[in-house]
């Protein structure tokens, strides 16, 4: 058990029989009479649905840890995403919509670490950026101010809005959550 102010980012809790993974934190300090308040953005493990929950600081909450295996994805199902173990060959599956977000991220092959909850899997532990090469973008405005952006394609397909300086071919630093510019990447 975890009391509601000690939760952060990223854990995971059990909620009415149901896990949520906590996505963000807002903390309110109580004035007087009135206590503090902690509002969470809880993300439903199994459906994806991100929802607002309040609780009193000292309220008592059921956290949970979670079993992260590496494991290789293989395909996408029409309700399904599909993972194999490289170690055993088991495959697992988790609902699309638990997913969803970091759908675009995912290419045939590539390594991810699954979480498993008493042996099920519930969800993925991904990175909370990535980098990606710009496929094509419009040429930037001269004498513009840094601060106008323009559209890109990257890579994977997504489009996001990028800086005038971004050029087609660059590598550039991508929130997974907001599918949004973060930073031009360090050339290796």
């Known amino acids: 058990?975890?009391?509601?102010?000690?939760?952060?980012?990223?854990?995971?809790?059990?909620?009415?029989?149901e896990l949520y993974k906590v996505v963000g934190l807002t903390r309110h300090s109580g004035k007087a009479q009135f206590g503090g308040l902690i509002k969470a953005t809880l993300k439903h493990m199994r459906t994806g649905k991100t929802s607002e929950h309040r609780f009193s600081p000292e309220e008592r909450l059921e956290d949970v840890h979670l079993e992260r295996v590496e494991m290789e994805?293989?395909?996408?199902?029409?309700?399904?995403?599909?993972?194999?173990?490289?170690?055993?060959?088991?495959?697992?599956?988790?609902?699309?919509?638990?997913?969803e977000t970091y759908l675009p991220f995912l290419k045939e092959g590539s390594k991810v670490r699954v979480e498993l909850y008493n042996g099920i899997p519930v969800g993925l532990d991904f990175p909370k950026t990535v980098v990606l090469r710009v496929e094509s973008t419009g040429s930037g405005i001269r004498g513009q101010l840094d601060n106008t952006w323009k559209e890109a394609k990257l890579e994977n397909g997504i489009t996001i809005m990028v800086p005038q300086f971004i050029e087609t071919g660059d590598l550039v630093v991508v929130d997974v959550e907001k599918h949004e510019y973060v930073d031009r990447a360090k050339k290796a």
């Open 73 to 99: 994805f293989l395909y996408l199902d029409k309700e399904e995403v599909v993972f194999m173990d490289p170690q055993t060959f088991d495959q697992v599956s988790l609902p699309k919509g638990a997913v």
């Open 1 to 17: 058990m975890k009391e509601a102010h000690h939760l952060k980012e990223g854990d995971v809790i059990l909620l009415n029989g």
